[in-house]
């Protein structure tokens, strides 16, 4: 990734966990050089952990009404990530980087997401409506940081509202639910509040590759 120089512009706010990323990779690099060694490919790792949210999210969609099912949200949701840096690193380290590995890692990120957010909106706590916008932004957000790599630019990971970031509040607000915990009085305002971190996201992305290209 370029080191961009300092310019005048005012910086929207720009941390986020993708930033925890490279001690995470660290944590898991024993795991991954034994997958390699027992024939794992990085696409094989892609896919499957793809197929399991797409299996849990329509689970949850179809059984929302036993709250407690929710709990598998953020579960899975730790171990999607460790399953995200695990297929890179197999990519990266051990020569496996594909131009079809490079469509699966997209396309099943946001195919992943949109599934797993969507059975929120089968509870009573939350609005369909908006939950279904912020499922929209999400993508968009991610369409954005892609879109960066036809300006020159490269893949635009910035905050505050990136995938880990996603991840980490819907994981908390799924575990919220599946405790059967109260969230009367603030849940009308939580998924207004994604969407504005998500719009915010998208403007970051945009001024970050624009500024890269233009150093």
């Not at 051990?94 to 490079?102: E, P, T």
Request: aromatic share 10%.
């Amino acid at each position: 990734m370029c080191t961009m120089r300092r310019h005048d512009l005012i910086q929207l706010p720009a941390m986020s966990i993708y930033a925890l990323k490279p001690r995470f990779q660290a944590l898991l690099r024993p795991l991954v050089r034994t997958l390699y060694a027992g024939g794992v490919t990085a696409n094989q790792v892609t896919v499957s952990a793809c197929v399991v949210s797409v299996a849990i999210g329509l689970f949850l969609c179809a059984t929302a009404e036993q709250t407690r099912g929710f709990l598998l949200i953020p579960v899975w949701m730790f171990l999607r990530m460790a399953l995200n840096a695990v297929d890179g690193m197999l990519a990266r380290e051990f020569g496996q980087k594909s131009h079809l590995g490079a469509y699966l890692n997209e396309l099943t990120d946001v195919i992943s997401d949109a599934v797993l957010y969507l059975p929120l909106a089968f509870l009573p706590h939350f609005q369909p409506l908006w939950v279904g916008i912020v499922i929209v932004l999400s993508v968009i957000v991610e369409m954005t940081g892609c879109v960066a790599l036809l300006t020159g630019a490269s893949r635009r990971y910035d905050g505050p509202f990136g995938k880990s970031d996603r991840a980490f509040v819907f994981g908390a607000l799924a575990l919220a639910v599946g405790l059967g915990m109260p969230v009367q009085g603030w849940q009308q305002f939580v998924f207004p509040l994604m969407a504005v971190l998500c719009g915010l996201t998208i403007v970051q992305r945009v001024r970050k590759g624009l500024a890269e290209v233009r150093t």
